[in-house]
């Protein structure tokens, strides 16, 4: 199946070449971008999956990369693939790509989420209940622990 699947790749241009190719030859393919694999079937009915294939070279994302990169760079069917490889140019480019989106993302942190402590939660419900008229039950007690002063002493 391998042998198969590396004469396809030379002679296929883009995704639907390589799928037609490969019927010629009798075997089946399930690719829909619904899926994360690829299914092949051979002409006696076995199934295999893209990642059982031990060679990433035919995993689904691989293979749209490769067929993007030869759209992009007009790959002619026979033709001289790169010494270096394909995957380099795309690889690259991706690294080319975040390292600017970094820079542009340069922002600083956040800062961080307030932490209400018991004590500080007591101290917003009083404040609230002030703002609202209403009277507090234990001021005297509330002026200790906080260190604040209503200007009312008791």
Known sequence: MVFVLNQALEEAEDKESFV????????QVKWSASRKHITFITPEGYRCRDSSLHDETFLKDNLEYLFLYRQLTNFEPGGEEPSYGWLYGVTY???????YLEQAMDVPDPPPIPVWTE?????????????????????ESFEEDEGYSFGMSM
């Open 20 to 27: 037609e190719f490969l019927e010629r030859e009798g075997y």
């Open 93 to 99: 480019n991706a690294e080319a790509l975040t390292r």
């Open 119 to 139: 004590s500080k939660q007591r101290q917003r419900e009083a404040l609230k209940k002030l703002a609202h008229g209403q009277r507090l039950e234990n001021i």
